[in-house]
């Protein structure tokens, strides 16, 4: 069974197709039968937004209408499928930018109203937390996954596909957030992340000792919005300075992000006996923080496991193959229905199978 996906939630417009083998089998599918992805194709707005200093959510939305369709034949194209064989189609729903979100909808439902197929609509927090099962070396269930995305910093523990427990977020700034903020007050251009971590690899992390907020707290929530405080304080003193102190910034930023991050992933693993790790989210591409996290899990013998780098961001593949994995998991394709929402803000918590 094939199962196109739409992803428009942000800055990205993706599309992927992924292939389902048996929907009726009575055993939870073991590794290889994971569904399989066939072909994608994704178009980054970073060089349309750059300019402004930040996602305009007005200028996304008529990016994704002149993306979505052409991106979606490339698709079909590269899979040498054709739109007659796809039996279901899975979009992000929520949570994003209403506008863009809406724009995947509508061309979801348009495709699925015109092809007689059922529409599903996709939580993108749970795309991303399934990303990993795109990967050769996929994890098993259950396990505790730390989503670490520009708008969300959050520890979920995941028991199947369908059945997640928040188990501690951010009360403020989401990791990539702090990433991006710092990058700014550093001239980089946004998002800024990755940029951070490559000028980081040349400076010493302990060059100045930024706070890390909430590190010792029992609980498993997130805060970084002093994080930027203190860099911009930081920023200040040096004046002149700043300039040859860059690196040394961004090393020390990048390090007290990743240390909190670290420790409170162990954390969540310890609190709930679980012995699996999966990190998702742009914020996962960062090699700091795999580095940290491969050694921190390997001294208490628990296994970490990530998206392959090109599906931490934003992607099509994630939306197919989450939708595809529901199908898999209800054995069952969901009733057909065309009248479609979005959910801009949207806890994953509150989502069932
Ligand atoms: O998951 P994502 O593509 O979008 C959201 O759903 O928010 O994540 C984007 C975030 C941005 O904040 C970006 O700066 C950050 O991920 N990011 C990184 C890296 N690559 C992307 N942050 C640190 N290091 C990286 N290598
Ligand atoms: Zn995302």
Same mark, same amino acid.
């Given at each position: 069974?094939?199962?196109?996906?739409?992803?428009? /939630?942000?800055?990205?417009?993706?599309?992927?197709?992924?292939?389902?083998?048996?929907?009726?089998?009575?055993?939870?599918?073991?590794?290889?039968?994971?569904?399989?992805?066939?072909?994608?194709?994704?178009?980054?707005?970073?060089?349309?937004?750059?300019?402004?200093?930040?996602?305009?959510?007005?200028?996304?939305?008529?990016?994704?209408?002149?993306?979505?369709?052409?991106?979606?034949?490339?698709?079909?194209?590269?899979?040498?499928?054709?739109?007659?064989?796809?039996?279901?189609?899975?979009?992000?729903?929520?949570?994003?930018?209403?506008?863009?979100?809406?724009?995947?909808?509508?061309?979801?439902?348009?495709?699925?109203?015109?092809?007689?197929?059922?529409?599903?609509?996709?939580?993108? +927090?749970?795309?991303?937390?399934?990303?990993?099962?795109?990967?050769?070396?996929?994890?098993?269930?259950?396990?505790?996954?730390?989503?670490?995305?520009?708008?969300?910093?959050? +520890?979920?523990?995941?028991?199947?596909?369908?059945?997640?427990?928040?188990?501690?977020?951010?009360?403020?700034?989401?990791?990539?957030?702090?990433? *991006?903020?710092?990058?700014?007050?550093?001239?980089? *251009?946004?998002?800024?992340?990755?940029?951070?971590?490559?000028?980081?690899?040349?400076?010493?992390?302990?060059?100045?000792?930024?706070?890390?907020?909430?590190?010792? /707290?029992?609980?498993?929530?997130?805060?970084?919005?002093? +994080?930027?405080?203190?860099?911009?304080?930081?920023?200040?003193?040096?004046?002149?300075?700043?300039?040859?102190?860059?690196?040394?910034?961004?090393?020390?930023?990048?390090?007290?992000?990743?240390?909190?991050?670290?420790?409170?992933?162990?954390?969540?693993?310890?609190?709930?006996?679980?012995?699996?790790?999966?990190?998702?989210?742009?914020?996962?591409?960062?090699?700091?923080?795999?580095?940290?996290?491969?050694?921190?899990?390997?001294?208490?013998?628990?296994?970490?496991?990530?998206?392959?780098?090109?599906?931490?961001?934003?992607?099509?593949?994630?939306?197919?193959?989450?939708?595809?994995?529901?199908?898999?998991?209800?054995?069952?394709?969901?009733?057909?229905?065309? /009248?479609?929402?979005?959910?801009?803000?949207?806890?994953?918590?509150?989502?069932?199978?």
């Amino acid at each position: 069974m094939l199962v196109l996906g739409i992803e428009s /939630s942000c800055d990205e417009t993706g599309v992927a197709l992924v292939e389902l083998t048996d929907v009726t089998q009575t055993e939870v599918p073991k590794t290889s039968q994971w569904p399989t992805l066939l072909a994608q194709a994704l178009h980054s707005q970073i060089a349309l937004h750059s300019p402004y200093g930040g996602v305009v959510p007005e200028l996304a939305s008529r990016d994704h209408i002149q993306r979505v369709v052409p991106l979606a034949q490339a698709v079909m194209t590269q899979a040498k499928k054709r739109f007659s064989e796809i039996e279901a189609i899975a979009f992000t729903k929520g949570p994003g930018l209403a506008g863009a979100l809406l724009v995947g909808g509508g061309v979801a439902c348009a495709l699925g109203a015109s092809l007689d197929i059922p529409v599903i609509g996709i939580h993108h +927090l749970e795309g991303h937390l399934l990303s990993p099962f795109l990967s050769k070396n996929p994890p098993s269930f259950p396990f505790v996954a730390l989503l670490v995305s520009g708008g969300h910093t959050q +520890l979920m523990r995941v028991q199947s596909v369908g059945e997640y427990q928040l188990l501690g977020e951010s009360i403020d700034d989401a990791a990539g957030e702090a990433f *991006d903020k710092s990058a700014k007050l550093l001239g980089i *251009d946004y998002p800024g992340g990755r940029e951070l971590s490559e000028l980081a690899q040349t400076g010493n992390p302990q060059a100045y000792p930024f706070p890390r907020p909430l590190l010792h /707290s029992k609980d498993l929530n997130f805060s970084f919005a002093g +994080l930027k405080t203190s860099v911009l304080t930081q920023c200040k003193k040096l004046g002149a300075q700043l300039n040859s102190e860059r690196a040394n910034l961004a090393a020390s930023t990048q390090a007290a992000i990743v240390e909190v991050l670290v420790k409170k992933s162990l954390k969540a693993l310890d609190q709930t006996g679980l012995s699996t790790l999966v990190i998702a989210g742009g914020v996962g591409a960062n090699k700091a923080l795999r580095e940290s996290l491969n050694k921190a899990c390997r001294v208490v013998g628990a296994s970490v496991y990530y998206p392959e780098i090109e599906f931490c961001t934003d992607n099509g593949a994630m939306i197919a193959m989450a939708g595809a994995m529901r199908i898999q998991a209800k054995r069952e394709l969901p009733t057909k229905n065309y /009248s479609f929402e979005v959910n801009p803000r949207w806890p994953l918590d509150q989502i069932n199978l």
